[in-house]
């Protein structure tokens, strides 16, 4: 488990642009399965590929005109629970860290694994998302 002071800016990073932080099973399920239309789900973590690209590139993708209608968050190795269970909604895609979800009505449409993620540019991971919203949103 990561300090609370050292995962506090970046878990604030998506919270100002609208993300909910889920920190228990129970509101990932609920969020996850209440959804209607689409929820954009972020595993975020500490690691430097989140913090030069991903988060970045997840902020850049919301600028759009078609955007997910819910934006949610887990955070690994500091909400475990949470976590291990939003990776339950990623099956087939096994646990990565970090990683975006896209879903429709509850049902995954689109997965970035990390291996998608860390050798990526913020633009190229926002063009994605950007592609995805418009063909799932």
């Given at each position: ?50 913090a ?7 902020k ?23 976590v291990?269970q939003?990776?339950k ?11 975006i ?9 689109h997965?970035l694994?990390?291996h998608?993620?860390e050798?990526?540019?913020?633009q ?14």
């Amino acid at each position: 488990m990561y300090p609370p002071e050292l995962v506090r800016p970046m878990k604030e990073d998506l919270i100002q642009v609208g993300f909910e932080q889920l920190t228990t099973p129970e509101a990932v399920d609920h969020t996850i399965q209440d959804s209607k239309g689409c929820l954009l789900v972020v595993v975020n973590s500490v690691c430097g590929c989140a913090a030069g690209n991903m988060r970045p590139g997840v902020k850049l993708s919301l600028k759009g005109a078609t955007i997910p209608a819910g934006l949610a968050t887990v955070f690994a190795g500091v909400d475990g629970e949470a976590v291990a269970q939003a990776r339950k909604y990623f099956l087939p895609y096994p646990p990565s860290s970090p990683s975006i979800a896209l879903f429709k009505d509850g049902k995954l449409v689109h997965f970035l694994e990390r291996h998608h993620i860390e050798g990526g540019t913020a633009q190229m991971i926002a063009d994605n998302l950007t592609e995805a919203y418009a063909e799932f949103c």
